[in-house]
């Protein structure tokens, strides 16, 4: 059983400041590519950042001076350190991957559960 665990969503004061928490657990041989997706209600999935195992980021351009996505290969986890939040950055946020996994051993792209943000005064 692989599977990501998503935490440290919550409700923000516009300017404020939450760190994303994603971790993968289960028989993982190799992480690959993790990155944040975000959606809001009634619009279409979009990309937050992503980071290679070897820490190259990319990140959307609207978030890039704002956001910060790490990694710790050793966790197996992943992070987005999201400051200045703004109203429209409300959003359920999910983590995905791909990884490679024993028994059997094969390549999944994974998702997590999502976390939802709300940026409110």
């Known amino acids: 059983q692989v599977q990501l665990v998503e935490s440290g969503g919550g409700l923000v004061q516009p300017g404020g400041s939450l760190r994303l928490s994603c971790a993968a657990s289960?028989?993982?041989?190799?992480?690959?590519?993790m990155g944040w997706y975000r959606q809001a209600p009634g619009k279409q999935r979009e990309l937050v950042a992503n980071i290679a195992p070897g820490g190259t980021t990319n990140y959307a351009d609207s978030m890039k001076d704002r956001f910060t996505i790490s990694r710790d290969n050793a966790k197996n986890t992943v992070y987005l350190q999201m400051n200045n939040l703004k109203p429209e950055d409300t959003a359920v946020y999910y983590c995905?991957?791909?990884?490679?996994?024993?028994?059997?051993?094969?390549?999944?792209?994974?998702w997590g559960q999502g976390t939802l943000v709300t940026v409110s005064s």
């Open positions: 995905n991957t791909g990884v490679v996994v024993t028994s059997p051993y094969r390549y999944l792209e994974l």
């Open positions: 289960g028989s993982i041989l190799k992480i690959n590519m």
